[in-house]
């Protein structure tokens, strides 16, 4: 059996579906550059549910599991959608954090610091989210615009709710 010859590295793929190659190609590295971003936050997330201490800690630690868990899903939608527009995903963490917008978080700071980051993270990504709406606007991706036009509410909800623990 001629097995060694099958292909099971993911590579592009034609697809006929109403948007050019290179809009695709385009839309394909702007997702990149949001799940990356999104991977990011999902890991910063998980640090402050983990690590908060103090008064405030009960409500910050099952809010950040509600947006961890949020992120976690809408990364995967995401990342299929580069794949449905016909380009690969990315492999791994560290091509996450090269395409991030978003610092990951390398030291322990106290809770109140780190969920003021958590808040302009939620924020840079709404900015990068809506230049990502506009991009497949423009080339007439909807489901792609779509797809990132809910994700803008979600982020400056989440950063509403954040930024009330720490007022
Ligand atoms: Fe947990």
Redesign the pocket.
């Known amino acids: 059996m001629a097995h060694s010859s099958m292909k099971t590295v993911a590579k592009e793929f034609p697809v006929d579906a109403g948007v050019d190659r290179k809009d695709r190609q385009k839309l394909a590295k702007m997702l990149t550059r949001i799940v990356g971003s999104s991977h990011v936050l999902y890991a910063k997330t998980r640090g402050v549910?983990?690590n908060v201490v103090g008064p405030t800690f009960y409500s910050l630690?099952k809010m950040t599991?509600e947006h961890y868990e949020d992120l976690h899903v809408a990364n995967d939608d995401m990342a299929e959608r580069i794949r449905a527009i016909g380009f690969a995903a990315p492999t791994g963490i560290t091509e996450m954090i090269e395409h991030s917008v978003i610092t990951d978080q390398e030291k322990l700071l106290p809770a109140n610091e780190m969920v003021k980051e958590l808040v302009e993270d939620h924020e840079k990504m709404a900015r990068l989210i809506r230049d990502g709406v506009a991009a497949a606007e423009e080339v007439e991706d909807v489901k792609t615009a779509d797809l990132l036009t809910e994700r803008i509410g979600v982020h400056e909800e989440s950063a509403w709710m954040l930024r009330a623990t720490i007022s």
């Open positions: 549910h983990w630690h599991e």
